[in-house]
């Protein structure tokens, strides 16, 4: 019903607004313009009390709202920039830290490259110590054996040397008498 009401009425409005052209002079002999100007504000009139009457909460709604999303919308604007700067903070700082981090990164590589350096130059003398110790004992060992071969080597020759000279030295007899003067001995122990 409101439908058909507010068509009547719209209806009514452009009827008059015709009926007003169709009633000015047609010779445009005696034409005023002031008198045109009044009939233009009073068309514009009507036409703004119709917009007004049937549109105009309509109108104030949409506007009301408009500015209700307009003032919504700057201030998510505002949050995200604030986040935006504090995100921007936090990655200069980090930037910051990461010079922090990598210096701090290659002084604990440099230590413990140094640290190993040390501990390989320790190794490397114990073991240098270690080999030079063998090598002695291993020398001290050599030696040894050698002096006893020799010495077994001059035993056995001083023998040979004494069992010859006693062999010319001693005769047939006195080779008897003492293989049993020995006898004896063994005899009796």
Do not use: P
């Not at 080999?131 to 060992?141: L, M, P, R, T």
């Not at 002096?147 to 006693?166: N, S, T």
């Amino acid at each position: 019903m409101k439908k058909f009401k507010t068509v009547g009425l719209v209806t009514a409005a452009l009827v008059l607004c015709a009926a007003i052209a169709f009633a000015s002079d047609g010779e445009g002999g005696g034409h005023n313009k002031w008198l045109d100007l009044l009939y233009r504000f009073i068309n514009f009139g009507i036409v703004a009390f119709l917009v007004y009457k049937f549109a105009g909460k309509r109108i104030a709604d949409m506007l009301t709202g408009r500015t209700k999303q307009i003032e919504t919308d700057l201030a998510d604007l505002d949050e995200r920039k604030d986040d935006a700067e504090k995100r921007l903070l936090e990655v200069e700082a980090s930037i910051a830290n990461l010079e922090a981090e990598k210096a701090k990164i290659l002084a604990d590589a440099k230590a413990q490259g140094e640290a190993m350096r040390q501990a390989i130059i320790e190794k490397a003398e114990a073991q240098a110590v270690q080999i030079k110790a063998q090598a002695e004992v291993s020398a001290a060992q050599e030696a040894k054996l050698a002096i006893d071969a020799i010495r077994e080597e001059l035993a056995e020759k001083i023998v040979a040397a004494a069992e010859d000279m006693v062999k010319k030295q001693l005769k047939k007899k006195d080779h008897e008498d003492l293989v049993n003067e020995y006898l004896k001995k063994v005899v009796l122990n």
